[in-house]
């Protein structure tokens, strides 16, 4: 069957097989950047925005996407420059493999498009769902609370 | 050796926390991992697992497979290769037996490989593996350390063309047994004496992205292997001798890696990939599913430690014990090595005792295959070692703390373990010269609030709060056998490109290692452009793994970043007129004290353009003479619910000394990871069998990782010291952070409630259990 997506601000059309994830779909187009952990929907790895929040696209049926919008990280970019969060990762070392980065960086967009000033708890309740083996999550929390700070007006603004 | 001056020298570009190299890569999600690259036509490869813990395989039907259209080979032990060698990654020649075949005709455990099907897709790969028929003639299985070792146990690798085997009749992969004074008369002249058994459970790295490879051949007909390892240069050799093909026509590619931990100190797919590729011609992907990670990919191996320490009443240890003994699973990866670890990394820690005895054994069982996990082994030793000096320290009456002060090693001392025991073989005789650990133990309890908590058992309705500590060691890379090399060559706009080896798995050693090339070559990071790793292009290194590529990597690329310097400064002295000893290297450029000055890009210009013209480029290698340890000592405050059994930890503080931190920011991550690993290890991760050996919980549902709400606030310290054997004073820290949490939670277990667990992890049932059996 074919489906009608728009990804990344990009309207695109695609064939896909019964059964397809969403996942699978996306590194089949090459969005690479959604990385694949577990397809069981317990590492977070595959999360990409579907109609702005955050979900595990393995757990999402290719087919289900039709007529609605995806972001993959590689949209978080604009016009070439890095969202405040990927600059806030990179600055508090909050990458280390780079293997969940990307899942995370989206779970940290969705929290910070519906929570602006969010408290260390919800920092950590956004990421929950995300598993680091790197990093013991230090660095993502003060990399989130950073690109807050920044967006907020603050340091470096 | 460094002066005193260059000790207390300020650095530019090293021991500041800069952004990684690779960083915006990751960040914006570009192709760079393994399985990113597409290529046309790749067969997709599914493996046939085991469904017995031990059986020989007695007929295997292939027939129905191979004719399912989309299938393009399969693969059976009666298709392969028969010589057998062994999946550790480690240096030539292994310390490891020579115990396994690409398909064997026995399988050892369940998840075992029987066959393997490439597919035109993944679906077909399935299905063919399905369809594949196994009659097979089960065996009796071994299941635990004590099974291995009962007298007429079954025989695991009862096979006549194993190699390395210590005893195979019995089960034994490696025995280690060494001696110093003499141990009996010291727990005789002993005045006080502790014995405590501690025992770790079956638990795996769980990278997050699994083991994955991509081969294929190049247009000129060689094999390639992009692959998801830390050992490219022992994945080139071991697949050439394991398939018997010219090394010459394999090139390993190490692209960016999801993790590694030591599991992917091991060659786990290639071999299969590459003789897919080599009979189909096709490119072929192998990607681990997250259960066949769990099953099938390697785990820590559990042990049982048993140490007995006798003491002088003042607390001088006089007599230590230990005895280790190892299940290394099905094959024998890493066994005789992780087994040494355990005493060779732990011991020297208290070079007071003068008596010592370390012995030990890795068995066979019918279980999921060890190898190498972050703190190898020093981890297992840790866990005995400090809950017995914890027991100690209460029967002399003496703070915990104080009892390690009046027995730990320090600068300028040795211990004789570091020449009874290396890795596997005799070890090497070293003094220690750099060695904070002392200021380690102060700030860490201040920061806990040592004086304040200890002791105090703080009720908290039925929660009580506890105070624990430990103090570590472990090593940096392993000495007269690593060796490292790096090449830099001058581009000329005065950048370099930096290639090496070493193996950056995530640890961020690509951005440390570029550091300390512009550090010695007077440029900012930017300017040096890193490359790792490829056989093809990057000098020999031995890859990530015993904690050595800050120190022995980063000693080879200091090498060769110096020679090229001083063909820089050469180049320079003549487009100067000048004499080279005068002349100094800053700032991207030459300067002669006359205030006359050339930039670099003007002197590689120099160099490729205009008179003797040469590149400026250099290559060195290093081979470390010793193993300088990092010292860390850690501190826990824990919180005990008297009435669930289950423990938080309230806060983990750990002040480590790793010499010069090359990027401090990169060296709290790898603190912080390691104590997240290490304290999920401790309370929540074991793999749980069925009576028949299969894996209960293979997914990150049910075998549970910490996530973002179940760390507890870590605090890293830093405390410089300064290595003078090491790149800018530095020494490795990748590894010893994980084996900190076992015993400093378990400690602070018993300052809390008073119960000594002695089997990990700590969960709510056996805390309540132990709290039960007390009263
Ligand atoms: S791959 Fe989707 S949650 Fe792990
Ligand atoms: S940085 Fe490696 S898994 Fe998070």
Not at chain 2, 256 to 280: V, Y
Not at chain 2, 447 to 465: F, L, N, P, Q, T
Not at chain 2, 613 to 635: D, K, L, M, Y
Request: hydrophobic share 40%; with cysteine.
């Amino acid at each position: 069957m074919k489906i009608a997506v728009k990804i990344n601000d990009v309207q695109r059309e695609f064939s896909i097989t019964p059964g397809e994830t969403l996942l699978e779909l996306l590194r089949r187009e090459g969005y690479k950047g959604v990385k694949k952990g577990c397809e069981t929907g317990d590492c977070g790895a595959c999360a990409v925005l579907l109609d702005g929040r955050a979900v595990n696209s393995c757990l999402v049926l290719a087919a289900k996407v039709d007529g609605h919008t995806v972001v993959t990280v590689e949209g978080l970019e604009k016009n070439g420059e890095l969202a405040p969060l990927q600059e806030a990762f990179l600055d508090t070392g909050a990458v280390q493999c780079g293997y969940c980065t990307p899942g995370m960086l989206i779970a940290a967009t969705d929290l910070l498009a519906h929570n602006p000033d969010p408290s260390e708890e919800e920092i950590k309740e956004a990421i929950s769902g995300n598993l680091c083996r790197c990093t013991g999550y230090v660095k993502q929390v003060e990399a989130i609370k950073l690109a807050v700070q920044r967006m907020r007006g603050g340091e470096d603004a | 050796m460094p002066s005193r001056e260059e000790e207390r020298r300020e650095f530019n570009v090293v021991k500041h926390g800069a952004r990684k190299v690779d960083g915006v890569s990751l960040v914006t999600g570009r192709p760079k991992f393994t399985a990113d690259m597409d290529l046309p036509d790749t067969l997709y490869v599914r493996i046939l697992r085991s469904p017995h813990a031990h059986a020989r395989i007695v007929e295997i039907d292939t027939s129905e497979a191979e004719a399912m259209p989309g299938v393009a080979l399969v693969l059976t032990h009666k298709n392969t290769p028969t010589r057998r060698f062994t999946t550790a990654g480690q240096g030539y020649p292994e310390p490891s037996p020579y115990d396994t075949r690409m398909f064997d005709t026995k399988v050892r455990f369940v998840g075992d490989r029987v066959a393997a099907v490439a597919a035109e897709s993944r679906e077909i790969a399935e299905a063919a593996v399905k369809a594949i028929k196994v009659t097979y003639e089960e065996l009796p299985a071994v299941l635990s350390i004590d099974a291995a070792l009962a007298p007429d146990a079954p025989v695991i690798h009862d096979e006549d063309d194993s190699a390395g085997i210590y005893d195979a009749a019995r089960n034994i992969v490696a025995d280690v047994d060494i001696d110093v004074g003499d141990v009996e008369k010291g727990f005789a002249e002993s005045d006080v004496i502790v014995e405590t058994v501690c025992e770790l459970q079956y638990a795996q790295h769980t990278p997050i992205e699994p083991h994955v490879v991509l081969s294929y051949l190049d247009p000129d007909g060689r094999l390639v292997l992009r692959t998801a390892t830390q050992v490219p240069f022992h994945v080139r050799r071991i697949v050439a001798y394991a398939l018997d093909y010219p090394l010459h026509n394999i090139r390993v590619i190490k692209p960016r890696i999801g993790g590694g931990f030591g599991t992917k100190q091991e060659i786990l797919l290639e071999d299969i990939a590459a003789l897919t590729t080599l009979r189909t011609r096709r490119p072929a992907l192998i990607e681990l599913t997250r259960p066949e990670e769990f099953v099938a990919a390697r785990t820590r191996h559990p042990m049982r430690v048993r140490v007995k320490l006798g003491a002088k009443p003042d607390g001088t240890l006089h007599a230590m014990e230990m005895e280790a003994i190892s299940n290394t699973g099905a094959y024998g990866s890493h066994g005789l090595t992780v087994l040494s670890n355990t005493g060779s990394k732990t011991l020297p820690l208290y070079n007071k005792a003068e008596n010592v005895h370390f012995y030990g054994k890795a068995v066979y069982t019918n279980l999921p295959v060890a190898g190498a996990y972050r703190g190898y082994g020093a981890t297992q030793g840790y866990f005995a070692l400090e809950t017995a000096m914890d027991e100690l320290a209460e029967k002399l009456g003496l703070d915990p703390v104080e009892l390690r002060r009046r027995n730990h090693i320090r600068a300028g001392e040795t211990s004789p373990i570091f020449v009874k025991l290396g890795e596997g073989r005799e070890g090497v005789e070293q003094i220690i010269k750099s060695c904070e650990l002392e200021r380690c133990i102060e700030i860490g309890m201040a920061r806990i609030g040592w004086a304040e908590k200890r002791g105090k058992k703080i009720r908290e309705g039925s929660w009580v709060h506890g105070l624990g500590m430990a103090v570590h060691m472990q090593g940096s890379g392993i000495p007269q056998i690593d060796m490292a090399a790096a090449t830099i060559k001058m581009n000329e706009d005065g950048s370099f490109n930096l290639l090496v080896g070493a193996t950056d798995i995530g640890t961020g050693s690509d951005t440390i290692l570029g550091q300390i090339a512009a550090e010695v070559l007077g440029v900012p990071l930017e300017k040096i452009i890193v490359y790792s790793s490829d056989t093809d292009f990057t000098p020999f290194d031995v890859g990530a793994y015993a904690s050595s590529t800050t120190y022995v990597s980063g000693m080879a690329v200091k090498r060769a970043a110096e020679k090229v310097r001083s063909q820089i400064v050469d180049v320079a002295a003549h487009v100067l007129d000048a004499d080279p000893e005068t002349l100094s290297l800053g700032d991207e450029g030459v300067h002669a004290p006359n205030g006359k000055s050339v930039s670099l890009a003007e002197v590689c210009h120099y160099a490729m353009y205009k008179s003797d013209q040469f590149q400026i480029a250099a290559t060195a290698s290093f081979v470390p003479e010793e193993s300088p340890p990092p010292f860390v000592a850690s501190f826990a405050e824990v919180a005990v619910d008297t009435e669930t059994g289950f423990v938080k930890v309230v806060k983990f503080v750990t002040a480590v000394d790793c010499g010069t931190p090359i990027n401090p920011v990169l060296a709290e991550g790898q603190m912080e990871g390691a104590l997240a690993n290490g304290i999920g290890y401790a309370l929540t991760e074991e793999m749980l069998f069925s009576s028949r050996g299969r894996v209960r919980n293979p997914n990150l549902f049910d075998y549970k990782i910490l996530g973002a709400l179940d760390i507890p606030p870590i605090e890293v310290i830093l405390v410089d010291s300064y290595e003078p054997t090491g790149p800018m004073g530095a020494k490795s820290i990748g590894e010893i952070g994980i084996n900190a949490p076992i015993p400093t939670i378990a400690n602070a277990i018993y300052d809390a409630v008073g119960i000594r667990l002695r089997r990990t992890p700590f969960t709510p049932e056996r805390v309540l259990k132990a709290m039960r059996n007390k009263e």
